[in-house]
Each structure stands twice: as structure tokens, then as C-alpha cells.
């Protein structure tokens, strides 16, 4: 079976399938034909509006074929009338019967399923008319006693009853033998109802409504509601699913043009849709195979829809959900996966196919569908609180560099990040207070205070130049060798690597690492991998130390030109990982010296090590370690040339995200407070401010919250809980103005109602 | 090596999205029964229901915060055509330490869609309240709310028209300033002949318009899932696909070419990491909040986590499966794992996983080498 259309020359109202399937007739405005269905195509058979005396019963809201006689058809048309057609006569002797009772327009028209010639129609005038078409007019009335009826359909059950859906929302049970009375009647929707169906085998209606909902009725005693399905628009029509118990297809009266079937175990979501039209189907009839049916629509077209042509809403649908917060959990939501154990289980509407799960059909796993939540914790969520405690740790400012730098490199080993904690120490190296900051930085000065380190570094590095005549290696390759061992061991604090080490039972530290791995993110940097595998590379290390005095001169004088120093920095931290390096340092020293004749030469400036260095934590997503260097360098950072303000902006800000994330107010303060970029400074602005005045003479407190420049007494600023004065948050009442420590007046608060100072006031705090 | 706890949400019908908000203490969760759940975090680390709407008269597809300094604000898209923001209420306090009664309110409705919304997502913060969303028919929608304190007043600043199905989109919140407004979108065509299925769009301050910048066409399969990583000083952009395999993509702006007009950037793409663990769909991608760890999830039902080595080096280091009990041998022997864990792993899968073993072998070569 196929799907394909047909072109109409106007809007399609309605449509009716013959008693074999085989032919469809359909009506509208300008429209009353009756076509051959074939196997690729509609064949059309008669056209009903070609004779030339047309008028409004030509015009049809709906349509119905006769289930006993193949030559009838009857229509409900807009004047009111209810017209019989007999298709074997000729013009215009087809229109047998014309019904003139109605007084407003039909809106439905229902041939009896088993009894011939009988015809029932339902009007906007709120009754419904039962015909014998042999008879001139009709043989029964029934009033509603409802403003207009909007769908009438034979019980496929009990032949002599019939339901009857009407714009106030209640479904009516009539006899046919019983006109005088309605046999039962209740409102099933909170809106007009525009549509119903008859089960074809269990005692259902199907209702739909306005109030975008499809019911389930179950009629076999006292009418209960079997289930309900939830749509997106007012639905005009539904036809349940022949050989398909729980489905039934719909068509919305506006907004959605497509056809969808449901499964009402599912009422949430279409079975299946078929998005064929380009405006609202106006009616949907099944070919006897639940593969196939006809729609009419307004779009002037009819189509048969094959099932296999349907798109599955609920095949795309996200099966499921994940998330991760700011302490390293994880939520995440699957689908129940279908097992026969929770097959049995299901109990209620779902009657369960005794086969194995693996023999459910599509259907079947269908309306299955839940699905559970889980949250998870895992060692990867160290990292959050070593963050957290880190800033909380730091010392950004109130100190001289050194100080904090070694404050800062000590936090971080304490947190087992040692080589944050070696950054912090070189930091502490470069640009410590005993290195004069206003000349670019001389080597001599620097090893005064320092330790091995830029010694070493410095060694190395020349030989490089020696090595690779200045080749161009990358100015990041400094970082790449250092940070690449950091990175590590972050890992370390993390988790995993500490993890395979523990399962390998070997020390955590050690590291092994292939050639490929570092490759990768070395770019073929020969040397680091050595460092890293330890003994082997030693002498490679030591041996150009001791040749460099001789040489150094020489080279330098070369490099100059072609080779800025720091990029040879890449061996600066061999020395880091291998401590064993043994130089002596009167001799480097000694050598510096000498070549400090000629300053020019021997400016070494670190920035550009230190910017990789940065940038490398910030890549790696340690944003906090690149973020608090660039703070604690205070004015040094401008030696950073290389830095542009957007990148440091970029750390700061995201810094202060971070520090958000974990509700770190106070830090995030400090962090703007700190900062020389204007645009985070005013980040402070842009939120509510408030100006404090002193208590006592009402001078605006300027430089801190608690002191008063004028009459130096800080007595306004005490906590009322505690009475010390408050150096952070000060949480106070709008009301009595009375306050404190936050955390003071939080727990007073949960006590009492009352201000703590006793000034009576029933303090209010959001 | 993990906890896992396990949430009764009482969906009716699949839960199709669940969201932390912005410190981790609440989590909103949509589903096809449509209505929207909000929880929150006790002390002691449980969950408790703290509100229940039904919130859309269709599938609800996706829930998202806004960051608190607007409130506590969700939006919600639907397969009814409409995106949804929704506003919590506090009511009055009964006393002191009690909370006050809670409801949501819908504050807008956005129905400008002509078929189901598959995605939405807020802006960054510093762009005030916008909100992105996409459609099965393939318009993005961007829409502002000119007054942050009236979330009822939405305006449609742009509508851009994307030729496939949309499924997903990202903002890219970078916070530095020399990365333009960035939004990818992606598209859940089955066609692989439709080319390239992830879009990257970026705002042109000059023309104030959104243009796409590039067609990813690396990845031509049905895309689920996009998630550009947290960047909080990276020079360039991760993006996190989630395809019929996990993709990582770097996007790096290419300084010296600018478009003249719109003073954008080209960008230079490439594929950073592939994995193929899942051995199957992968639905789910998310980062961890500093952008570190990559988290995804499919269709064998376990979630997976990536971290970064080293710049753009990209290892597994965690399985968790979905019901919560222990997959051995976690994180090193992922690929094995991965076919223990499917009860009858079809061919296709099986051969892709010795491919795998090929592929990964560059990268975490030394460490497998004991196990081996």
C-alpha cells in the first residue's frame, strides 16, 4: 500500500469509503465526487456536482455510504437538508431523496451498519432526525434539548442504540425506539464535544472535544471514564484503529495539520502522525487494514496514508536526561529497559503478552515507556572542593609577593597540587620583592634570592639555543613541559590516575608516560618525554650545564636575533622533576656575573613563560590558578606585554563565575575589589550599592564599613548578637536598622521574631 | 568508586530532560506526561518535590534554568508548538525558618513555532534574558526580554532559518569579550546526504544579525545532544556532540580573518576526540561547570566520563550504569566493559570496538599496557 493523493478544487469536508473498501466518496463546498481507489492512484468514477441545476444540497458537511446498499450515499448539507443519492441513476434523478426538516445546517449524517436504508442525521438545531429512505420524511425526531449536535453514531453493539455528542459537552445514549426520552446522558467535556467513535469491538466512545482532550468512555454499565489523551489543539474527529485495540486516529479542528494515532496506554504522545496536508484534515477513514486509511482535509486534498509512511514523534523523543552540578554529581534519567520481570509486574489496563521480551513488537514496547532517576557520586567530585578550599585559602593582596606566593604554593600542596604549588614557587622566584622590579629582570639579581631554580632554567635553555640554532619551537612548549607533569597531577587529586596507580599498586606520583601520549600534546618536543621517564635523560641534562660557561657567550650573541630566549624554556622545569641535577651554584653565578657586564644582552624577560604558563592552567580549566597569579602579581603584571587585556579579563570574569557557583560571595568581592580591568571593577556598581553613614555623626563611610574617619569609633558597626564589630557581611533589618554577622543574625533569627538588640521591632529578613 | 541514589520522580511517561540549576541545589525535571517537577536538596542530600504543574499540553522536551540573578526562572519547550517561561512564587513566610508555600506561575507562552519545539536554552547571563529555541521545522528563534523584572514581555529579536529539523542548540558561553555571541544548533536528519548537521551561528555586532559562520560536516549522522563547554579562559571552544558516536570538536577563531562586514571570525574546526564506548546512540552530553570533564550518555544505558589530560588529549575515565549497580573494571577497560554490559551486542557493534581498540590506542596506549 502506497500513499498518494489527489487535488480537489476546493475544501474537502467529508469522506465515506464504500462497503468493500474499494471506492470513496467525498464532499465539500464546491466538491461531491466519488473515486475508484486503485493501487497508486484515485480513479475518479462519478462527479455529482456536473449537472448544471446545482444549489446549496449540492454542498455537504458530511457524507455517509450506505453499509447494506453500494448505490447510496446521503449528505448532510449546510441548508439543512439531508439529501439521498442514488448512484445509478443519472442526473439529476441521482438526488432520490432531498430531506427538508432541519431548520440549521446538518452536521452529520450516519447510515445504520446492519440495517438497510436506515439513516439517522444530527443537526445545529439540537435534534437529531431518523430516516427510512424509502419514506418521504422521516420517521423519528429526537430532541436534545442541547443547542446543536455535532456527531451522531450507530452502536456497532446494539444495533437500536445510538450516541449523540453535542456543543455543551454531553454525550446522549438514545434508544431509536425510545424518541420521546434519552436513555442516558453526562457531560464529558468542559467543552464542545465535536466528535465520537464506537469502539469496533469493546463497549468504548471515543469522544473529542475543544478541550483538547480525547476521552475513553466505557459504556457497558455506568459510564466511566477509561482514559484520556491530552492533545495540542481542539480535535474534530477520531476513528479508532481497526484490529488495534488501544489505537485511534485524530485529526485537530485548528492549528495541526497532521494525523495522529494514538495509543491510549500512552495518552501523552501520537503512536504515530502523518504530516501529509498543509492544512487541518476534516476527516479520517480506515480501508478495513490497519495500515491504511483515507484523510479529506482542507487543504483540497485526499490522501491514502500508509502506515509505514508515518513518522514516529516519539522515535525522536529523547529517551533521556543528564546533568551535572558545581560538587561533581551527576543526575541522570534513562528509560526503564523492558524486561519480562517488569512486564509481569504491570498490572491494570496493560494486559501482558505471555511471550519473551525479546519478541515484543514496536507496539507493545510503545506504551512501556518510565523512566528513573539517578543521582551519582563519584571521586571525580574532589576536584569541585579542592577548588572550593583553595579559594577560600589563597591570599590574594595584604602581603608582599613572596609572601603570598609562598603562602599560596604551600595551600596548594597541601591540596596535593604540587605543581600548582610549583608554580606558585617560581612565581615567588621571578618576581619576588628581593628582585628589583622596575629593571627587567637580570640573572644575577634573581639567583640572589633564589634557589636553584633559574639557574638551572636558564642552563638548559641556552643549550637548546645551541642545539636547535634557534629553531622555532613553540613558544607554549615551556608550559607544555611543566604543566603537562601539573596536569597529571590534578588527575592525581582526581581521581583516576591515583586510581590506576592504587589498583597497579604503585605510589601515586609516579607516572609513566608513553611516547605517544606526550607527542600529542608536545609536539615532538624530544627532551620532556625524558624528563619524564626519569634516569635516562639525567646526564642528557647535566652534561650541557657543565659546558655552558664556556659557550653561553657566543650563542647568545647569536640568538639574539633570530631567538627570544624564554621560547627555549621548555627544559626550564627539568630541574623541578629531576632535583637531583647537581649544579653547583657559585659557578652559574659566577657565570651571570660576567655576562651582567653587558646588560643588554642578558635581559631575560620571563613574561612570556609566564603568560604560557597562565594560559595553559586556563586551558586546562584551572582557571582559578591563572586568575589568582595575574591578582597577586599586583602592578608586576604589566610586565606581562604579551597579555592583552581581553585574556585577562576573560580569567578574572571567569573566575568570578566560578566563585559564584559555589556561592563564594565574599571571595568574588575581593576578587573584583582587587581587579585593574574597569570592566570588572564595575561589576561591583552595576548591582544594588549601598552608601553607609556612621552611626554617630552621619559622615558617609568611605574607606571601610566600620570605621568612621571622622570621629574613629566603630561602634555603629557592632553585631548586635555579639557585639564585635563586623568586618564582612553585615546582614541588618530594613525596619529597626538594627543588624550583624550574617551568620549570627541567621541563627537569632531562627529563634526569636524580635530584633536581638531589644528595641521590640519584629524584624523581617528575605 | 561511586554512590548512586536513586530518584523516584513519579513521571508518568519517560523523563526526557533534568537540569541542576545554578548552584547544584535544585533540579527540574519534563516529561512526556507533561508536567514539570522541581526538587530540591535537603541537608542530608535527599530530594524532595517541592513543586508538580502540568505545565504543556504535549511532551515536554526540555527544562532550563536561568541564572539566579533573575529570579528563580525556568522555560520549557514542548511538542505542543510552544515554549514556556515560568516564574517560582514564594508565598508568605508562615514563620521564621519555615519556607513559604511555593508555586510556578507561566509568566509567557511563546507560540510562535508552527511544529513542536525540540529546544531551548537562556543566553549568557551578561546578554540580560534571551532565550534561544528551535523547531522540527528548522527556525531558530531568539527572543529577549527587554526588562529583566517583567518576564512577561518577550520580544522575537531574530528568526533564522536552518534548513533541516532542529533537535538541539548551545549558546557558548564564553565570557571573554573576543568571542562573539556563538549559538550551534543541531539538526536530528537521518540523511547523511543532507550533509553537515551541526551549525554554528555568531551575532555580528556590526550588522547586528545572526549569520552562520559554518557547517560542521564532519559529522553527517543524526545529532541528539550539543553542548559547547564551559569556557572560562580557553582562546578556543569544545563542543560536545552527541551523534551515533561521543564527538569532541575545537573551534578556534582564526585571528587575522575577519569577515570585513560582519567582524567575525572564521573558525578553525577540529575533531579533538571521538570516542566510540557507547558502542551505540549517544543521546546525553554534559560538562562539568569548569569545563574539564565530559559526561555523556546512550543507549547501553551508562553514563561515561571524558576528562582533558592535557590541551585537547582526551581519555575515558568513568563508567556509571544507569540502574546504579557497578560496572568492573571502570574507566580502563571502558571498550570491554561496554560489550559486557549489552546482554547481545549486535555484529556492527562489535566491529567498531575492535576499530576502537586501533583508534584509542595512540592515546591511552601506556597506561592499558598492564592490563595487557
Known sequence: MATFSVVQEGPVNALALNRDNTQVAIGGRNVFKVYAIEEEQFKEVYNLRSSKHLNLSFSCNDISWSSTDDNYLATAATNGHVCVWNLTKMGKAMQEQVYQEHKRTVNKVNFHSSEPNRLISGSQDGTMKYFDIRCKTSVATFVSNTESVRDVQFSPHTPHMFAAVSENGSIQLWDIRRPDRCQQQFTAHSGPVFACDWHPEMTWLATASRDKTIKVWDLGNKPALESTIHTIASIGHVKWRPLRKYHIASCALVVDCSINVWDIRRPYIPFAAFNEHKDVATGVVWRGDPQVFLSSSRDCTVFQHAFKDASRPASKANPQGMCLNNSGEILYASRVSVNANLLYKMTGLISVRKSSSATLNTSDQFHQASSTIHQFKTQLSQEPKCFYSLALNYVLSGRTLSEMCEHNATVAQEHGKTYVSTVWRILKTIYGDEYNQNSISLYGSKNNDSLSHNNITMDPSTDTDKQSKGGDTPAAQFSGGDEETEAEDQNDGVGFTSYSNFKLGMPRGDFFFGDNELDIELDGLNTVPDIHNGIRNTNHIIEPDWTLPNEAFNIRHEIQNHSPPPEQFPNQNSPDTNDEAPLPPDESILGFLTIANVPMRFDWNPSKIVISALKYHATLGDVQTAACILIVLGERRKLLTGLDEVTQEHWLLGYIELLGRYRLWNIATQVINLSWLPSVMQLNQQSTRINTNCGNCSKPLQRAGWLCDRCHASEYALCSVCHQVVKGLYAWCQGCSHGGHLAHMQKWMSQYKTCPTGCGHLCEYT | ?372
Open chain 2, 1 to 372: 568508586m561511586f554512590e548512586a541514589q536513586e530518584i523516584n520522580a513519579e513521571h508518568k511517561d519517560l523523563i526526557h530532560d533534568v537540569a541542576y540549576d545554578f548552584y547544584g541545589e535544585r533540579m527540574a525535571t519534563c516529561s512526556s506526561d507533561q508536567y514539570v517537577k522541581v526538587w530540591d536538596q535537603t541537608s542530608d542530600g535527599k530530594w524532595n518535590l517541592t513543586s508538580s504543574w502540568k505545565a504543556h499540553s504535549g511532551s515536554v522536551w526540555k527544562v532550563t534554568w536561568a541564572h539566579p540573578e533573575f529570579g528563580q526562572v525556568l522555560a520549557t519547550c514542548s511538542f505542543d508548538r510552544t515554549a514556556a517561561v515560568w516564574e517560582e512564587l514564594v508565598g508568605e513566610t508562615p514563620g521564621p525558618g519555615e519556607r513559604g508555600t511555593r508555586h510556578w506561575v507561566r509568566r509567557t507562552n511563546l507560540v510562535d513555532s508552527r511544529t513542536s519545539v525540540t529546544d531551548v536554552k537562556f543566553g549568557p547571563r551578561t546578554q540580560g534574558l534571551q532565550l534561544a529555541t528551535c523547531s522540527a521545522d528548522g527556525i531558530i528563534r531568539i527572543y529577549e526580554a527587554p526588562d529583566v523584572m517583567n518576564l512577561s514581555q518577550w520580544t522575537l529579536q531574530h528568526e533564522i532559518q536552518c534548513k533541516l529539523s532542529c533537535s538541539c542548540l548551545s549558546w557558548n558561553p564564553s565570557l571573554s569579550k573576543n568571542h562573539p555571541l556563538m549559538l550551534a544548533v543541531g539538526s536530528d536528519d537521518n540523511n547523511p546526504s543532507n550533509g553537515g548537521k551541526i551549525f554554528i551561528y555568531e551575532y555580528s555586532d556590526n550588522i547586528r544579525r545572526w549569520m552562520k559562520t559554518e557547517t560542521i560536516s564532519s559529522v553527517t549522522e543524526a545529532v541528539h545532544d550539543i553542548s559547547f563547554s564551559p569556557n572560562l579562559g580557553r582562546s578556543f571552544h569544545l563542543l560536545a556532540v552527541a551523534t551515533k558516536d561521543l564527538r569532541i570538536l575545537s573551534l578556534s577563531p582564526i585571528a587575522d580573518n575577519a569577515n570585513v562586514q560582519s567582524g567575525l571570525y572564521k573558525l578553525d574546526i577540529q575533531t579533538a576526540a571521538q570516542f566510540d564506548d557507547h558502542g551505540c546512540m549517544v543521546w546525553r552530553v554534559c560538562w562539568n561547570i569548569t569545563g574539564t570533564i565530559l559526561a555523556s550518555s546512550g543507549d547501553d544505558g551508562c553514563v561515561r566520563m571524558f576528562k582533558m589530560n592535557c590541551i585537547n588529549a582526551w581519555k575515558p575515565v568513568a563508567v556509571l550504569k544507569g540502574d546504579g549497580s557497578h560496572v568492573a573494571n571502570e574507566g580502563h577497560r571502558s571498550s570491554v566493559c561496554s560489550a559486557a554490559s549489552l546482554p547481545t551486542p549486535p555484529v556492527a557493534a562489535v566491529v567498531s570496538q575492535t576499530a576502537r581498540y586501533i583508534k584509542l590506542g595512540t592515546i591511552s596506549q601506556s597506561r592499558e599496557v598492564p592490563w595487557h
